[in-house]
């Protein structure tokens, strides 16, 4: 059964930084060797990803490279903009607006501190839980 695990920023650190959780996150995949593709919002978010993916802990080193070329086989960790064609993952890190649709076994959803954007993705958990996937939260 596929899942959807939802994780709210809570810690001061990922408020003041929300895409180092997704880092954190990505890590976590990357040491359990799940390949993942992680869905930015826009162009400037996915390159704030993929500096902070080098940045953020000099003891972890994440492959990972913005999706669009013939590597993209070859890296455990895509980062993919609303433009580019990239085929799903089993595991989806999903930064959009919109909840995930095609074929993944596990969707991460990051949810900011902040109250009016926990609105909409409520509305998202209510539409994977139509869906038929089971449904986790984690504070973060």
Not at 16 to 23: G, H, K, Y
Not at 34 to 63: G, H, K, M, N, S
Request: proline share 6%; with cysteine; glycine share 2%.
């Amino acid at each position: 059964m596929a899942r959807a695990d939802f994780y709210l920023i809570q810690k001061d650190r990922f408020r003041e930084e929300p895409l180092l959780l997704v880092c954190e996150l990505a890590r976590k995949a990357h040491d359990a060797n799940l390949w993942t593709l992680v869905l930015a919002r826009d162009d400037e978010q996915a390159q704030r990803l993929d500096e902070l993916l080098w940045e953020f802990d000099a003891d972890a080193y994440i492959p990972h490279q913005l999706a669009g070329d013939e590597e993209d086989e070859l890296t455990p960790v895509l980062i993919a903009t609303p433009e580019a064609d990239t085929p799903m993952r089993a595991l989806v890190i999903n930064l959009r607006d919109e909840p995930v649709n095609g074929s993944f076994d596990r969707v991460l959803e990051v949810v900011p501190a902040d109250d009016s954007a926990r609105g909409p993705l409520r509305e998202r958990w209510k539409q994977y839980q139509s869906r038929g996937l089971e449904l986790k939260k984690y504070d973060m």
